[in-house]
């Protein structure tokens, strides 16, 4: 099987991926018989190779050793181009977590902050997190969810690119949060989702009544969406991609054909086959091959 590594940094050059490019062949043992080339110089770079069968160190440690400060992605070449995005919004999408900048408008934003990190690193069963952080905020203004919205949600850098670029080359995009409709709607349509899926904040009098409607949207309801929107569209695994930073996007992470850990928690970033660490989302163009002359801004 043919695979690509991907090599994504701010500063990339010929040096470097000529570096990479020897460790690849002589320290993993891979067989490189195509030239590496840019996908856009200076920024990312293709090398296209095969394996032995047991090769001494893996790829992705032959990459590491060489001490990049980059983004590495490897996966097989042929179906690197999805039709499929399902993707996070809290951390991921944008640059908040939504529920905690609400949280501040109550006056309470460290109290709820800290179950929201222990949540997304799975330490706390994300239900019941959900629940015990909303009904800290009975009682707080409904007005306050737009200002919140106005103030402080801001879309994470190269979002609207990315999914406007897959969207235009025939993908499908799915917005999923453990977040709630009156962000997660707005973001949605702000960056080009096809569909958002997420959480309903109950609101009496014009005020939040410390409850979430049922069913939560949890870890089980993203890979559902993953799943339903493969099957509306006739699609396999191979050909999805799912991102998130937090543990309840573990599930539709694994299921999906390159999932990806963005800037996230340990306990994702250790499972995903796939993790930016460095770059912003326009890095998963470059995953797909799709170089920024294709890029829809």
Not at 56 to 76: T, W
Not at 236 to 262: C, H, K, P, S
Request: aromatic share 6%.
């Amino acid at each position: 099987m043919v695979f690509v590594a991907t090599l994504i940094a701010c500063e990339l050059t010929k040096q470097q991926v000529d570096d990479a490019w020897y460790a690849l062949e002589h320290a993993a043992g891979a067989r490189p018989d195509w030239n590496w080339r840019w996908l856009d110089e200076g920024s990312a770079a293709d090398l296209p190779f095969m394996t032995n069968d047991d090769p001494d160190i893996s790829p992705m440690a032959a990459l590491q050793s060489v001490g990049l400060s980059a983004d590495i992605i490897i996966q097989p070449i042929a179906g690197r181009e999805k039709r499929l995005i399902v993707a996070d919004m809290d951390s991921t999408m944008i640059t908040v977590e939504c529920i905690d900048e609400l949280a501040d408008y109550a006056g309470i934003k460290p109290q709820i902050a800290e179950i929201t990190e222990r949540a997304m690193r799975g330490e706390l069963d994300f239900a019941g997190a959900l629940d015990a952080r909303v009904a800290l905020l009975e009682g707080l203004d409904e007005g306050a969810i737009d200002r919140c919205l106005a103030e402080r949600v801001r879309l994470m850098p190269g979002a609207r690119t990315l999914v406007r670029t897959m969207k235009a080359r025939g993908g499908y995009s799915v917005l999923v949060s453990g977040g709630f409709t009156r962000f997660a709607d707005p973001v949605g349509a702000e960056i080009g989702f096809d569909r958002v899926i997420a959480n309903r904040l109950n609101v009496a009098g014009g005020r939040l009544d410390g409850t979430v409607g049922r069913p939560i949207v949890d870890s089980a309801t993203k890979l559902e969406a993953l799943e339903a929107a493969m099957a509306e569209r006739g699609l396999a695994a191979e050909q999805t991609l799912a991102v998130g930073d937090g543990a309840n996007d573990l599930q539709m992470i694994r299921a999906a054909g390159l999932g990806v850990a963005y800037h996230a928690k340990p306990i994702v970033a250790s499972a995903a086959g796939a993790r930016i660490d460095h770059g912003d989302l326009t890095a998963l163009l470059w995953a797909q091959g799709i170089g920024r002359k294709d890029w829809v801004e």
